[in-house]
């Protein structure tokens, strides 16, 4: 019988009857690796193994949540690129880490994650959309690798700032397959046996939507789902997509029960915007190819989790890596004739999140309770085994993550959602906002604007078209929930409406050009 070999440690403790201990010789532990991969745009639905989008086949990130788990209620605290970004490299609110829209200047002494992680001997990297206000592409504290570009970036031929230098490409490659080239090309030259973040960060699947050559017409041919809310906002002149019943106006259309006096004036008018179904990007897209486009462009984005997670297994790293997918912000696919996000409804503020860790996650795990962008950054810091810095709002869910109700302090997890979103002079259109969403109800403060406030019961009006604000039966529950935002801002220092500079002139289509 071959007996196993024992270090010189374990046979002093078996022979003289001492606990064991670990000599200096036994292998360390696997570091713990971190991969944020965040897509642009993304709304919490489109992904194939949720079965609500026919036709679309999302299979890497299907896997991510066979694998690991599936956050069902994910939400931004504000649906917008800049704040939304800030907030998950600071774990702060919008409020408090004051980058509130995507022109406001980026805070000298704001402070991310990845510094955290640097300092505590991660090799970091950065590639993709960075998009803070006055920052543009220069590389930013905290990575020791910086891909970026300027603003929104391009979807073919990108002119890249890697490390401080300009590189141009006119070969007509794809940005969102060049990200994953660089960030596998970067991973490969990592000592495995120490820990590393890395963080892409892609463009896909914002708007103006350009799949990727092989995929394009992909879904020529797909199903479109037209939300049965989408013409409760309808004049006489509006568009009408899809034809037959889906063409329907009425608000008795199929199981739609809508109180159209409580629609907000504002949705309304923002039918005929930017960011409406009667005049999208100013005209420059019909609603059709807009839906189709966006599938494409996403399949761009799977094939690049496949990728990285491919490469994790060819280096033997798939178990200790904690690689985790999140959109940035969701988006409006016709929903009271609105298209894109900044608003508080579901299709805006709710996100994809999956977090595949074989050695921390189950696989199929399921998770219902509310997670925010703002966790993202104290769930990181976490499972590097450090501490949550005093400034972070959000907590880590790890323990969400292994089962638990608590936080790493061992306090209940919280049950709701708060909601913050500042006018913009570039789209009007929507005005300030502050919510809060708890698993029965949904209140929106619409602040500065001669409109109705809003109160939805989630559970039997998910589409958020019966707004109870004037219910007598609902004054109670409307008058508790709007305590508890403006208690949320008191206790987060966030009663002060962040303003900045404006330098540009107006772009909305009514008054564009002016000042």
Same mark, same amino acid.
């Given at each position: 019988?071959?007996?196993?070999?024992l270090s010189i440690g374990a046979m002093l403790a078996l022979i003289l009857?001492?606990?064991?201990?670990?000599?200096?010789? &036994?292998?360390?532990?696997?570091?713990?690796?971190?991969?944020?991969?965040?897509?642009?745009?993304h709304r919490y639905d489109f992904m194939g193994f949720t079965g609500k989008v026919a036709g679309l086949k999302t299979p890497?990130?299907?896997?991510?949540?066979?694998?690991?788990?599936?956050? *069902?209620?994910?939400?931004?605290? &504000?649906?917008?690129?800049?704040?939304?970004?800030? !907030?998950?490299?600071?774990?702060?609110?919008?409020?408090t880490h004051r980058v509130i829209d995507n022109f406001a200047p980026m805070p000298s002494d704001l402070k991310f994650f990845p510094q955290y992680l640097q300092k505590a001997g991660y090799k970091t990297?950065? =590639?993709?959309?960075?998009?803070?206000?006055?920052?543009?592409?220069?590389?930013?504290?905290?990575?020791?690798?910086?891909?970026?570009?300027?603003?929104?970036?391009?979807?073919?031929?990108?002119?890249?700032?890697?490390?401080?230098?300009?590189?141009? %490409?006119?070969?007509? !490659?794809n940005t969102t397959d060049l990200l994953t080239d660089y960030a596998i090309k970067w991973m490969n030259t990592l000592d495995k046996t120490k820990p590393f973040c890395l963080y892409l960060s892609h463009k896909a699947v914002h708007a103006m939507f350009e799949p990727a050559r092989r995929h394009r017409d992909t879904y020529a041919k797909m199903p479109i789902n037209y939300p049965e809310t989408m013409y409760l906002t309808a004049t006489d002149t509006s568009k009408v997509w899809g034809g037959g019943a889906n063409a329907g106006r009425s608000p008795e259309m199929g199981a739609v029960k809508a109180n159209l006096a409580g629609i907000p004036n504002w949705v309304k008018q923002q039918r005929g915007s930017w960011h409406g179904v009667d005049y999208m990007y100013h005209g420059q897209m019909d609603f059709n190819n807009f839906y189709r486009r966006y599938a494409e462009t996403l399949l761009g984005v799977d094939d690049s989790v496949g990728r990285v997670l491919k490469w994790l297994e060819d280096n033997g790293l798939d178990q200790n890596t904690m690689l985790v997918y999140m959109g940035d912000n969701g988006f409006s696919f016709g929903e009271r004739?609105?298209?894109?996000?900044?608003?508080? %409804?579901?299709? !805006?503020?709710?996100?994809?999140?999956?977090?595949?860790?074989?050695?921390?996650?189950?696989?199929? &795990?399921?998770?219902?309770?509310?997670? *925010?962008?703002?966790?993202?950054?104290? &769930?990181?810091?976490a499972?590097?085994? =450090?501490?949550?810095?005093?400034?972070?709002?959000?907590n880590s869910f790890l323990?969400?993550? *292994?089962?638990? !109700?608590?936080?790493?302090?061992?306090?209940?997890?919280?049950?709701?959602?708060f909601y913050e979103y500042y006018w913009e002079i570039d789209f009007p259109q929507t005005p300030t906002m502050y919510a809060v969403r708890?698993?029965?109800?949904?209140?929106?403060?619409? %602040?500065?604007?001669?409109?109705?406030?809003?109160?939805?019961? =989630?559970?039997?009006?998910?589409?958020?078209?019966?707004?109870?604000?004037?219910?007598?039966?609902?004054?109670?529950?409307?008058? *508790?929930?709007?305590?508890?935002?403006?208690?949320w801002l008191r206790s987060t220092n966030g009663m002060n409406i962040p303003l900045n500079p404006v330098q540009q002139k107006r772009f909305d289509h009514r008054n564009k050009g002016a000042y």
């Amino acid at each position: 019988m071959k007996l196993p070999l024992l270090s010189i440690g374990a046979m002093l403790a078996l022979i003289l009857g001492l606990p064991a201990f670990r000599s200096s010789l &036994t292998p360390p532990s696997k570091p713990k690796n971190i991969i944020f991969i965040l897509a642009d745009d993304h709304r919490y639905d489109f992904m194939g193994f949720t079965g609500k989008v026919a036709g679309l086949k999302t299979p890497n990130l299907d896997r991510l949540a066979y694998e690991g788990a599936h956050v *069902q209620n994910a939400f931004v605290s &504000t649906a917008l690129c800049s704040p939304s970004r800030a !907030s998950i490299l600071s774990g702060q609110y919008a409020h408090t880490h004051r980058v509130i829209d995507n022109f406001a200047p980026m805070p000298s002494d704001l402070k991310f994650f990845p510094q955290y992680l640097q300092k505590a001997g991660y090799k970091t990297a950065f =590639l993709g959309k960075w998009h803070m206000g006055n920052t543009d592409d220069a590389p930013q504290p905290g990575f020791d690798y910086w891909l970026s570009f300027k603003g929104q970036g391009d979807y073919y031929n990108p002119r890249f700032n890697i490390n401080g230098k300009q590189v141009a %490409y006119t070969d007509s !490659s794809n940005t969102t397959d060049l990200l994953t080239d660089y960030a596998i090309k970067w991973m490969n030259t990592l000592d495995k046996t120490k820990p590393f973040c890395l963080y892409l960060s892609h463009k896909a699947v914002h708007a103006m939507f350009e799949p990727a050559r092989r995929h394009r017409d992909t879904y020529a041919k797909m199903p479109i789902n037209y939300p049965e809310t989408m013409y409760l906002t309808a004049t006489d002149t509006s568009k009408v997509w899809g034809g037959g019943a889906n063409a329907g106006r009425s608000p008795e259309m199929g199981a739609v029960k809508a109180n159209l006096a409580g629609i907000p004036n504002w949705v309304k008018q923002q039918r005929g915007s930017w960011h409406g179904v009667d005049y999208m990007y100013h005209g420059q897209m019909d609603f059709n190819n807009f839906y189709r486009r966006y599938a494409e462009t996403l399949l761009g984005v799977d094939d690049s989790v496949g990728r990285v997670l491919k490469w994790l297994e060819d280096n033997g790293l798939d178990q200790n890596t904690m690689l985790v997918y999140m959109g940035d912000n969701g988006f409006s696919f016709g929903e009271r004739g609105l298209i894109d996000k900044r608003h508080a %409804y579901e299709e !805006s503020m709710r996100v994809p999140l999956l977090v595949r860790c074989p050695d921390l996650v189950k696989p199929q &795990t399921k998770v219902k309770q509310v997670i *925010q962008n703002i966790d993202i950054a104290p &769930t990181f810091l976490a499972y590097a085994g =450090l501490p949550k810095p005093t400034q972070m709002q959000g907590n880590s869910f790890l323990p969400i993550l *292994q089962g638990q !109700s608590t936080d790493g302090a061992g306090r209940p997890w919280r049950d709701r959602a708060f909601y913050e979103y500042y006018w913009e002079i570039d789209f009007p259109q929507t005005p300030t906002m502050y919510a809060v969403r708890t698993d029965r109800y949904k209140y929106i403060f619409n %602040y500065g604007v001669w409109d109705t406030n809003e109160l939805y019961d =989630l559970q039997n009006d998910p589409g958020e078209v019966n707004n109870l604000i004037k219910s007598p039966a609902h004054q109670e529950i409307a008058k *508790q929930l709007r305590g508890e935002v403006f208690t949320w801002l008191r206790s987060t220092n966030g009663m002060n409406i962040p303003l900045n500079p404006v330098q540009q002139k107006r772009f909305d289509h009514r008054n564009k050009g002016a000042y």
